[in-house]
């Protein structure tokens, strides 16, 4: 399959939910009990069926992070250059119809932003902008990213999804890995949370890693927004994507993020709560499905949560998070995307780290041989 959109039209929504909420204990056992799971393993591991068995799935996906990872956490920091965005989403502080002032950062704006990051030890970065391809197009992201090449062994982006020949550009000029979330996979849900702008197109998002795969891009981040529809049902469906990835672009690496909605101006509800012992349960079951995958945590979570799941599968995080342009030194009042939950600085998530005998990694590989002077 050259897309994977053909596979995902073969399955059902509700067909699928089904044989999650199906799976029996029996089920979910004979899932532990393997090495190599499939696609019915990992259902039963996101099943209600599996919620007593938690503590024997933390268990084990403790000793696999353990065995892959070594006693290690990746650091990583977002850095928002604007916050001008062309589409209505219902759960997004910088939808189009929030009357919010508009920001996107200049060259000595992300400068100044870059020199607060690296002073704080930083050597992965992440990259973020609303959707608005006028403003802060593929230009002004190629500008942004040779801007900061020199000072980062390796650059993301979460971004509009882009063109291939626009990722080949941006490979080109330095840029390191691409996270983009479907947000939700059901189809008539994904409609009624994106009714304008280019986002609003859920076939040419669902192709967004298709087109990465084909760029050559480093890794690919996948995930989707809890809230939004069943949390079960969209973590089969982007477990499905990423093993589809991992088949098809096997050169590329790739990583799950676990985004629940959080607070923001113009508020969201969601339509389908997922609780803590629900988040643990889907985190050990990404990681007993597949023991090389990075999971990512942010500071949408909680201290208290993000305390203990960093032992239990999580191999990256992010401290001191600012939701909006310019929030690290230029302009700490503008409004954010989200409202961020884990509030401490970068030294005090450094220091708990330590405190459960983690070792705290800046940088893993250097993308360039000679990145500090290219």
Same mark, same amino acid.
């Given at each position: 399959?050259?897309?994977?959109?053909?596979?995902?039209?073969?399955?059902?929504?509700?067909?699928?939910?089904?044989?999650?909420?199906?799976?029996?204990?029996?089920?979910? #056992?004979?899932?532990?009990?393997?090495? &190599?799971?499939?696609?019915?393993? +990992?259902?039963?591991?996101?099943?209600?069926?599996?919620?007593? +068995?938690?503590?024997?799935?933390?268990?084990?996906?403790?000793?696999?992070?353990?065995? /892959? +990872?070594?006693?290690?956490?990746?650091?990583?920091?977002?850095?928002?250059?604007?916050?001008?965005?062309?589409?209505?989403?219902?759960?997004?502080?910088?939808?189009?119809?929030?009357?919010?002032?508009?920001?996107?950062?200049?060259?000595?704006?992300?400068?100044?932003?870059?020199? +607060?990051?690296?002073?704080?030890?930083?050597?992965?970065?992440?990259?973020?902008?609303?959707?608005?391809?006028?403003?802060?197009?593929?230009?002004?992201?190629?500008?942004?990213?040779?801007?900061?090449?020199?000072?980062?062994?390796?650059?993301?982006?979460?971004?509009?999804?882009?063109?291939?020949?626009?990722?080949?550009?941006?490979?080109?000029?330095?840029?390191?890995?691409?996270?983009?979330?479907?947000?939700?996979?059901? /189809?008539?849900?994904?409609?009624?949370?994106?009714?304008?702008?280019?986002? #609003?197109?859920?076939?040419? /998002?669902?192709?967004?890693?298709?087109?990465?795969?084909?760029?050559?891009?480093?890794?690919?981040?996948?995930?989707?927004?809890?809230?939004?529809?069943?949390?079960?049902?969209?973590?089969?469906?982007?477990?499905?994507?990423?093993?589809?990835?991992? &088949?098809?672009?096997?050169?590329?690496?790739?990583?799950?993020?676990?985004?629940?909605?959080?607070?923001? #101006?113009?508020?969201? !509800?969601?339509?389908?709560?997922?609780?803590?012992?629900?988040?643990?349960?889907?985190?050990?079951?990404?990681?007993?499905?597949?023991?090389?995958?990075?999971?990512?945590?942010?500071?949408? !979570?909680?201290?208290?949560?993000?305390?203990?799941?960093?032992?239990?599968?999580?191999?990256?995080?992010?401290?001191?998070?600012?939701?909006?342009?310019?929030?690290?030194?230029?302009?700490?009042?503008?409004?954010?995307?989200?409202?961020?939950?884990?509030?401490?600085?970068?030294?005090?998530?450094?220091?708990?780290?330590?405190?459960?005998?983690?070792?705290?990694?800046?940088?893993?590989?250097?993308?360039?041989?000679?990145?500090?002077? #290219?």
């Amino acid at each position: 399959m050259s897309h994977f959109k053909d596979l995902f039209d073969t399955y059902n929504w509700d067909i699928t939910l089904k044989s999650i909420y199906d799976k029996t204990a029996l089920e979910v #056992s004979a899932a532990l009990s393997k090495d &190599k799971l499939d696609m019915e393993d +990992f259902k039963a591991l996101l099943s209600p069926a599996a919620q007593p +068995f938690i503590e024997e799935m933390a268990q084990k996906s403790q000793l696999l992070t353990k065995k /892959r +990872f070594g006693n290690t956490m990746q650091m990583y920091v977002p850095m928002y250059l604007s916050n001008e965005c062309q589409n209505i989403c219902t759960y997004c502080g910088f939808s189009m119809t929030n009357k919010i002032p508009r920001r996107t950062l200049t060259d000595a704006e992300i400068l100044k932003e870059v020199a +607060f990051l690296k002073a704080k030890g930083y050597d992965h970065i992440l990259l973020v902008t609303g959707e608005a391809n006028r403003t802060v197009g593929v230009e002004y992201l190629k500008n942004a990213i040779q801007l900061i090449r020199a000072q980062f062994s390796n650059i993301t982006i979460e971004v509009q999804p882009l063109d291939q020949d626009e990722y080949e550009l941006l490979v080109e000029n330095g840029l390191y890995a691409v996270l983009v979330y479907q947000e939700t996979y059901h /189809r008539e849900e994904y409609k009624k949370h994106h009714p304008k702008g280019r986002k #609003s197109n859920f076939d040419y /998002r669902l192709d967004t890693p298709d087109r990465l795969g084909k760029a050559g891009i480093h890794k690919i981040g996948l995930g989707a927004l809890f809230g939004l529809e069943d949390w079960r049902a969209d973590s089969f469906f982007t477990a499905l994507h990423l093993k589809y990835l991992q &088949k098809t672009y096997w050169k590329t690496k790739y990583s799950i993020s676990f985004p629940r909605l959080r607070p923001h #101006s113009g508020g969201l !509800e969601p339509k389908v709560e997922m609780t803590d012992a629900d988040l643990v349960q889907l985190i050990c079951a990404f990681r007993l499905f597949d023991e090389d995958i990075e999971l990512s945590m942010s500071t949408r !979570e909680s201290e208290l949560f993000r305390d203990h799941i960093v032992e239990l599968g999580i191999t990256s995080i992010s401290a001191e998070s600012k939701t909006n342009p310019g929030g690290y030194s230029v302009e700490p009042q503008s409004l954010e995307q989200f409202e961020i939950s884990d509030e401490r600085s970068t030294e005090e998530i450094v220091s708990m780290l330590k405190s459960k005998d983690l070792e705290v990694v800046w940088k893993d590989w250097e993308q360039f041989e000679n990145a500090s002077t #290219s």
